[in-house]
Each structure stands twice: as structure tokens, then as C-alpha cells.
């Protein structure tokens, strides 16, 4: 649930986002933003083409 709402934050955003950017975006809480984007970055799920932000792997 979490994950897909930090994903679908990142696609909209249609660039690269820091992990504040994607809190305001889903209205996800900070904790929750950054606990999200651990696992998704050790599944690969996203990538940092910028320092300190990211984008969706696909």
C-alpha cells in the first residue's frame, strides 16, 4: 500500500525526487517515506540518476 503510493508520487512527479519531495507528494509521513524507499532501493526497484534523488526503475 505504501510502496505503491511512493511509486505512483514518483511517476506523477515525472522527474527525479528527494524523499521530501515524494512526503508532500503522497502525504506519506517521513518515517514511513524513508522506510519505503530502503526497500525499494535494495530491490532495485528505484535508482538515483542525481545525488539524493530518485526515480522509479522501469
Keep these: 500500500m505504501e510502496r505503491e503510493k511512493v511509486l505512483e508520487a514518483m511517476r506523477n512527479a ?9 512526503e508532500k507528494l503522497s502525504g506519506l509521513d517521513r518515517k ?12 532495485g526497484a528505484i535508482v538515483s540518476p542525481v545525488r539524493c534523488k530518485w526515480e522509479p526503475a522501469e
Design 14 to 22: 515525472g522527474k527525479p525526487v528527494s524523499a521530501g519531495e515524494v
Design 32 to 43: 514511513t517515506v524513508d522506510k519505503v524507499f530502503a526497500q525499494l532501493k535494495k530491490e
